[in-house]
Structures are given as structure tokens and as C-alpha cells.
């Protein structure tokens, strides 16, 4: 018992960068002490004590603003950030190392009995308000946008967004050669590898990293156009174009660093200064 609490609160200071210490971890987190009523309340309600088990589950709900189903089966590591609002349903199953946010709701989509809740594969991150509802399943690694709703089966490492979900990034597929490609480009311009990662949700975020592609493929070809006119008796400069830093981009907000003014500009790029 006591080295699944180890792991919860290592969990959390592996999620939370707002977690300074343990005791504050402790006695301040309504996620961990939510769960750890659970994992009571579940034994109990395997035993046949479901009177019992629904009734500390109700005291867990009233002292942490937390609602999970004692029939609820949770993996190892689970972490619920801030917690207030969420709800998982009795046939609700949680891997490992899944990540609930507030509000919350693993719900079902029918009053039949069997299985109407659905199933979070390990790794699930499932964000602020979202709702994942009926017996589907959310495939390892997968996430789910704030105040998303979810219906249908998401496949592993996909990101889902929107009412009704729909997947806006699927699970990366084996691009080694293009991925390290673009993270030198991104070095190349100055821009942050988060900014153009090919694994990122953002759309704008997104179309600047495929820009930023095409820029160096046109930077290239044009290269390979300055070589063959140099070839062919042509005099064209065939020397590499100047690099772009975060001082460039200075003057929009984007960058810690102070933009340089004129005379420094032209000094860095006059080679007679």
C-alpha cells in the first residue's frame, strides 16, 4: 500500500510542476486523496459490500468534489489535476499513468447494463471539461482536448479535439529522416522545435512547421540553380544566404532578445566593419 502511494506522489511531481513538496502534496491534492478513497472503496465493493462501498465513495465526493464509481477499475499512477467536477462511471477502466483534469465526465451513453463506460489505455491525458462517453475506447498515449466530447474509438497516440471529437493528429508514423530534418531547419531559422514538431496539435503551429519545409526545399533547389549557371559560365553569387536568429524576430514579442537597431545590423552584415 505504501509503495503505490510513492508512486501517486511521484506521479504528481512528475505532472504538476506546481508541487513543491510532500507534505503539501499530502494534504493539499483532492486528486491523490480521491483515489486513494477509491482504491478503499473498491475493495469493498468487490467484496460484496456495496452499501459500504457506495457510501464512502459519497463521503469522497462530498470532501473532495469528486465523483468516481466504486466499481471504477484504475491503474497505477493515476493523476487527477485540481479534480473538482470529475465523474467516472462504474464500468469506467483506467491504465496506467492516465491524466484527468477538472471537470471531467467518463460517462455512458446507456441505462443498460454491462459495460457503458469507456476504457483509457495507459498514458491517456484527457483535458479540462472534456467528455468521453458510451464503451469506447481511448487507445495508449492518446489526448483529448478540453471540453471535448467523445463518442467513438480513438486510436493510440492521436489527439481529438472539438464537438464531436475529431482527430486532428494522428499517431506519428516512423519519420525519422523528415522529423530530424525539420528539427534542423527549425535550429537553422531560429524558431523553437516545439513551434514546428511535426507532433504538434496546434493548426497554426502546424502550417508555419510545413512552411518552414518549404522554404528550405525552395532554398535548396535554388542552390542547385546558382551552381549549374555557375557551371555553365554564369556569374552568380553562389555563397550561402545569412542565417536567421531569435534577434530577428525580437520586435514581435516572441523573443527575450532586445532587437538590434540599425547600426547593429549593419555591422553584421558588412564585412568591411
Given at each position: 500500500?505504501f509503495?503505490?502511494?510513492?508512486?501517486?506522489?511521484?506521479?504528481?511531481?512528475?505532472?504538476?510542476?506546481?508541487?513543491?513538496?510532500?507534505?503539501?502534496v499530502l494534504?493539499?491534492y483532492p486528486g491523490l486523496?480521491?483515489?486513494?478513497?477509491?482504491?478503499?472503496?473498491?475493495?469493498l465493493?468487490?467484496?460484496?459490500?456495496?452499501?459500504?462501498?457506495?457510501t464512502?465513495?459519497?463521503?469522497?465526493?462530498w470532501?473532495?468534489?469528486?465523483?468516481i464509481?466504486?466499481?471504477?477499475?484504475?491503474?497505477k499512477?493515476?493523476?487527477?489535476?485540481h479534480?473538482?467536477?470529475?465523474?467516472?462511471?462504474e464500468?469506467?477502466?483506467i491504465?496506467?499513468?492516465?491524466?484527468?483534469y477538472?471537470g471531467?465526465?467518463?460517462?455512458?451513453?446507456?441505462?443498460?447494463?454491462?459495460?457503458?463506460?469507456?476504457?483509457?489505455?495507459?498514458?491517456?491525458?484527457?483535458g479540462?471539461?472534456?467528455?468521453v462517453l458510451?464503451p469506447?475506447?481511448?487507445?495508449?498515449?492518446a489526448?483529448?482536448?478540453?471540453?471535448?466530447?467523445?463518442?467513438?474509438?480513438?486510436?493510440?497516440?492521436?489527439?481529438?479535439?472539438?464537438?464531436?471529437?475529431?482527430?486532428?493528429?494522428?499517431?506519428?508514423?516512423?519519420?525519422?529522416g523528415?522529423?530530424?530534418?525539420?528539427?534542423?531547419?527549425?535550429a537553422?531559422?531560429g524558431?523553437?522545435a516545439?513551434?514546428?514538431?511535426?507532433?504538434?496539435?496546434?493548426?497554426?503551429?502546424?502550417?508555419?512547421g510545413?512552411?518552414?519545409e518549404?522554404?528550405?526545399?525552395?532554398?535548396e533547389?535554388?542552390?542547385?540553380?546558382?551552381?549549374?549557371?555557375?557551371?555553365?559560365?554564369?556569374?552568380?553569387?553562389?555563397d550561402?544566404?545569412?542565417?536567421?536568429?531569435?534577434?530577428?524576430?525580437a520586435?514581435?514579442?516572441l523573443?527575450?532578445v532586445?532587437?538590434?537597431?540599425?547600426?547593429?545590423?549593419h555591422?553584421?552584415?558588412?564585412?568591411?566593419?
Amino acid at each position: 500500500m505504501f509503495a503505490r502511494i510513492k508512486e501517486d506522489i511521484a506521479g504528481v511531481f512528475d505532472r504538476d510542476p506546481a508541487a513543491r513538496n510532500t507534505f503539501e502534496v499530502l494534504t493539499n491534492y483532492p486528486g491523490l486523496h480521491a483515489v486513494w478513497f477509491h482504491r478503499v472503496s473498491h475493495k469493498l465493493w468487490k467484496m460484496e459490500l456495496k452499501w459500504l462501498a457506495r457510501t464512502l465513495s459519497t463521503f469522497s465526493r462530498w470532501l473532495t468534489g469528486i465523483e468516481i464509481h466504486p466499481g471504477a477499475t484504475i491503474g497505477k499512477r493515476f493523476f487527477i489535476d485540481h479534480g473538482m467536477g470529475v465523474v467516472i462511471g462504474e464500468t469506467a477502466e483506467i491504465g496506467d499513468d492516465v491524466t484527468l483534469y477538472h471537470g471531467v465526465t467518463l460517462g455512458g451513453t446507456s441505462w443498460k447494463a454491462g459495460k457503458r463506460h469507456p476504457t483509457l489505455c495507459n498514458n491517456v491525458v484527457v483535458g479540462a471539461g472534456a467528455k468521453v462517453l458510451g464503451p469506447i475506447e481511448i487507445g495508449e498515449g492518446a489526448k483529448i482536448g478540453s471540453n471535448s466530447v467523445v463518442v467513438k474509438d480513438t486510436p493510440a497516440g492521436a489527439t481529438v479535439v472539438g464537438i464531436p471529437g475529431r482527430i486532428v493528429q494522428s499517431a506519428p508514423v516512423n519519420r525519422e529522416g523528415s522529423e530530424n530534418k525539420r528539427n534542423e531547419i527549425a535550429a537553422k531559422y531560429g524558431f523553437d522545435a516545439y513551434a514546428v514538431a511535426s507532433d504538434n496539435p496546434d493548426p497554426v503551429a502546424s502550417a508555419m512547421g510545413v512552411m518552414v519545409e518549404h522554404i528550405h526545399a525552395m532554398d535548396e533547389r535554388i542552390v542547385e540553380l546558382c551552381q549549374v549557371i555557375q557551371t555553365l559560365g554564369g556569374n552568380i553569387n553562389t555563397d550561402k544566404l545569412e542565417g536567421m536568429s531569435e534577434e530577428d524576430f525580437a520586435c514581435t514579442g516572441l523573443s527575450p532578445v532586445a532587437p538590434k537597431t540599425q547600426q547593429q545590423k549593419h555591422e553584421a552584415f558588412d564585412p568591411h566593419i
